[in-house]
């Protein structure tokens, strides 16, 4: 873009005696372009950068695809998908790279970053026709300025990345601050020279509804564009600690996003009246999106077939369930390959393929035995479920318990001798030793409404076997964690060797137990009212990763929790575990009632305490939220006024509900940090799909980039369009400055080359994306592709495009429209 914020005279000057391809080589003024205006559009100067372009910092890449042979990840940052450019006055430029891999989802390990560069253009009179990168500044947040989860959420530095913003557009105020345009948001983002943001970012008001914002399907302060960044923080946080193992998202299985916005949470689509929380749709969370940005998606508790179905058809990683009966039945009859044979995800011997999906037994089979009880465990293992999830709670001496709540529950437990045990009579467990509690209470309890529970010890013989050897008082002793891994060994021996050995499945469950994960959740609630009733986050992690690692079950045993302090510890401290991230919304209602405000609702005026001080929209959905910018159609192009007062940011692409083929441009006033309510119209050519820059040249005129969809041969609209601005709310007036598919290239600086199209006397720049103009007087012009490293091929089909960066003479003065 345009350094308009210099006086064009004085711009233009410092270019010509600064950069040789304008001003000429040791003083030759052949160089210079021709003093008379040529009939069409001609080509004068040409530096490319080679695809392949990379500089130092983290490797990058992980997340996306491979693309035209080059395969992924990268060592280092490529340098590429250049989408702003400031002229410097010296001879050198500042280019902004985008968000790197075109997604929120696979860009959180590229740096958003603005590079110098100084080209060396080839001329008539010769040149190198290279372009060199000189430096870079990396944008960051180290003073907290961003109100939302980011990728490297818990450094100091806090670099920001392509999940974080999409940075489209930049410009350079004269008090030597930046100013990007983002397209998650959308957003501006105000850093200062080195990249550090200096104040928050700012919002788009709808000035069409008051009070409303204009935002896009990625903007931060909606719910179903959080779970990915908050994904990406935890994982970033668990690499800097040396836990390679990705994290697991683990949502509330009504919460996913299933196509039908009418399905969901009761209390979420309707709540009570007075309740204080409000309405919002439920589907929140895109199976899709998660696992494009690498993270396994295991959805809990899932209990009736029909939607055990649906969700495998939706391709969850996992499922959690109360029925392993229905769960087993529901795998095995799943045809993931659509072949019309059922079984995809069963090995060769018919057991559940724990590399294909995982499927858990929630607290065992609560529908099926009491929860969290040995007998539970036994019925999950019986048919054959690839994961044990349960509860822990501590005990007083610091034992880990199977335990869901933080009390002795007087629904689920009775006393040992028969005595009255009754709600008004229950003890937390951190206040009782693990002995005194396997002396004192019974935990076989049935609870209504689970027709298919029993606790007959009859049908659980591996359970009353191993009581009877490790003296228990009962098979429905509330067992300790390390009873737990006990028994999974005992079950095995038991089917290998012992009394279950002539059972029709023994060699089954031999094999599926010798294998069994355990999903363990650490069962805290950092909610003031509730803290104090379990033990504190630190010695609650120590004592469960304590038992893990004292059975060499590092690799099969994962920590999950929806209070994320106790699994950040584990990742700090314990890196060769995995942890498991819980998302659900049981809120607390205003006046008494609901639940206990698990994991999302906020306390009080602060964030939600249990996501480590990770702020959550909380119940900022569609369609309260309704997403009215179009998914990369933020702020693609964004101008400032040659005075240096006012920026003019341009949507990339129309506006949901709004005039067709017409894009908007924000007037947005420096000084007073606001959008004035000024706006102008941008209408679309036919075959235009989207803008690729905006840069003024006076106080009225300016250059518009638009292009369609396609690169190659099959692109037929890539044009630089002369705009007049007019009044408040009308449209610009525009006319064709330069077609880019079609610059005379008189002096041979792009000479023919086989099997690249559009080099020689016709030049064509036909790239997908094309989105650099920078003006150096009102003849000649600088523009600059996007090559979307790796994915562009515009000239060479199958082979990454490079940079290039070719200089323009006009046919017509700008300005004189």
């Excluded at 302060?221 to 970033?236: D, G, H, L, P, Q």
């Excluded at 229950?426 to 298919?452: H, M, N, P, W």
Aim: proline share 7%; aromatic share 8%.
């Amino acid at each position: 873009m345009s350094a308009s914020s210099f006086p064009l005279r004085q711009r233009m000057l410092a270019t010509l005696l600064a950069a040789g391809a304008l001003a000429g080589c040791a003083g030759s003024s052949n160089s210079n372009p021709s003093e008379q205006p040529p009939e069409k559009p001609r080509l004068f100067g040409r530096a490319v950068l080679p695809a392949s372009t990379f500089a130092e910092g983290p490797a990058s890449g992980e997340f996306a695809a491979n693309g035209n042979g080059v395969s992924v990840p990268f060592a280092q940052q490529p340098v590429q998908g250049f989408s702003a450019v400031l002229d410097n006055g010296d001879g050198s430029y500042r280019v902004m790279t985008d968000n790197g891999y075109g997604t929120l989802e696979n860009s959180a390990d590229f740096h958003l970053r603005v590079y110098t560069v100084r080209p060396s253009f080839k001329t008539k009179q010769g040149g190198a026709g290279t372009l060199a990168v000189d430096s870079f500044f990396e944008l960051r947040d180290p003073d907290k300025k961003v109100p939302f989860a980011i990728t490297h959420h818990f450094t100091e530095e806090r670099i920001l990345t392509g999940a974080d913003f999409d940075i489209e557009s930049m410009q350079r105020a004269p008090d030597g601050t930046f100013w990007f345009g983002d397209e998650f948001g959308p957003f501006l983002l105000h850093t200062d020279d080195t990249g550090k943001l200096l104040e928050a970012p700012i919002p788009l008001p709808d000035f069409d509804h008051e009070g409303q914002q204009l935002r896009s399907p990625q903007n931060p302060f909606t719910e179903e564009a959080s779970a990915v960044r908050v994904m990406n923080a935890v994982r970033a946080h668990a690499r800097r600690h040396g836990n390679t193992r990705t994290p697991v998202f683990s949502p509330w299985y009504v919460m996913l996003d299933d196509g039908n916005p009418e399905t969901g949470v009761g209390d979420r689509l309707s709540p009570p009246e007075g309740s204080g929380v409000a309405a919002s749709t439920s589907d929140v969370f895109k199976v899709s999106s998660l696992q494009s940005a690498g993270y396994p998606v295991v959805a809990w508790t899932v209990n009736d077939l029909p939607s055990m179905q649906a969700l495998l058809a939706m391709k969850v990683d996992g499922i959690i369930s109360d029925r392993p009966d229905l769960l087993l039945e529901a795998v095995r009859g799943f045809d993931a390959n659509g072949d019309g044979t059922p079984g995809d995800y069963l090995d060769a011997e018919g057991l559940i393929d724990p590399t294909k999906f995982d499927a858990q037994g929630h607290r065992g089979g609560r529908n099926l035995r009491p929860e969290n009880t040995l007998p539970a465990m036994e019925v999950a293992l019986d048919n054959l479920m690839t994961t044990l999830e349960l509860d822990n709670g501590i005990s007083s001496d610091g034992v880990p318990m199977l335990d869901h709540d933080p009390h002795v529950e007087a629904a689920k437990c009775r006393r040992a001798d028969d005595t009255p045990y009754e709600k008004a009579d229950e003890v937390l467990v951190k206040t009782l030793s693990a002995e005194d509690i396997q002396s004192t209470f019974i935990c076989d309890k049935l609870l209504a409404g689970r027709a298919d529970q029993t606790n007959d010890v009859a049908l659980s013989p591996v359970s009353q076997a191993f009581a009877t050897e490790k003296g228990l008082p009962h098979p429905y002793v509330m067992p300790t964690l390390q009873q737990v891994f006990d028994f999974v060994g005992a079950y095995v021996a038991y089917y290998r060797d012992g009394a279950g050995s002539t059972h029709a499945e023994a060699g089954k469950r031999v094999k599926n137990a010798e294998r069994v994960r355990f999903n363990i959740e650490t069962k805290l609630n950092p909610r003031q009212e509730f803290a104090a009733r379990t033990v504190e986050p630190a010695p609650f992690a120590e004592a469960v990763v304590g038992v893990i690692l004292a059975n060499g079950l590092a690799e099969r045993a994962d920590v999950q929790s929806f209070d994320f302090r106790t699994l950040l510890y584990v990742q700090e401290k314990y890196p060769q575990v995995r942890t498991v991230y819980l998302f659900g919304d049981f809120p607390t209602y205003a006046g008494g009632g609901g639940d206990d405000g698990t994991n999302l609702q906020p306390e009080g005026e602060a964030t939600t305490p249990w996501l480590a001080g990770m702020p959550w929209p909380y119940r900022s959905t569609a369609p309260g939220s309704t997403f009215r910018v179009k998914a990369s159609g933020g702020f693609e192009g964004m101008a400032i006024t040659p005075d240096g007062k006012k920026l003019l940011p341009l949507l990339e692409k129309p506006l949901e509900g709004g005039k067709a083929g017409t894009l908007l441009i924000h007037e947005f006033d420096l000084e007073s940090r606001g959008y004035t309510g000024v706006r102008y119209e941008y209408p679309l050519e036919e075959k235009g799909v989207a803008i690729g820059d905006f840069v003024l040249v006076d106080d009225a005129h300016g250059l518009v980039i638009e292009r369609d969809g396609f690169e190659h041969a099959q692109a037929t609209h890539k044009a630089l369009f002369e705009v007049k601005l007019k009044g408040d709310g009308q449209p610009v007036q525009k006319r064709l400055a330069v077609d880019l598919l079609h610059i005379d290239n008189p002096y041979g600086v792009a000479a023919p080359m086989e099997g690249q199209l559009g080099l020689g006397e016709d030049f064509s720049f036909p790239f997908v994306t094309i989105e650099d103009v920078v003006v150096f007087d009102r003849r000649r012009i600088g523009v600059l592709n996007d090559n979307n490293y790796p994915f562009s091929a515009g000239r060479r089909p199958g082979q990454a495009e490079d940079t290039e960066f070719i200089l323009i003479e006009l046919e017509r003065e700008l300005g004189g429209m």
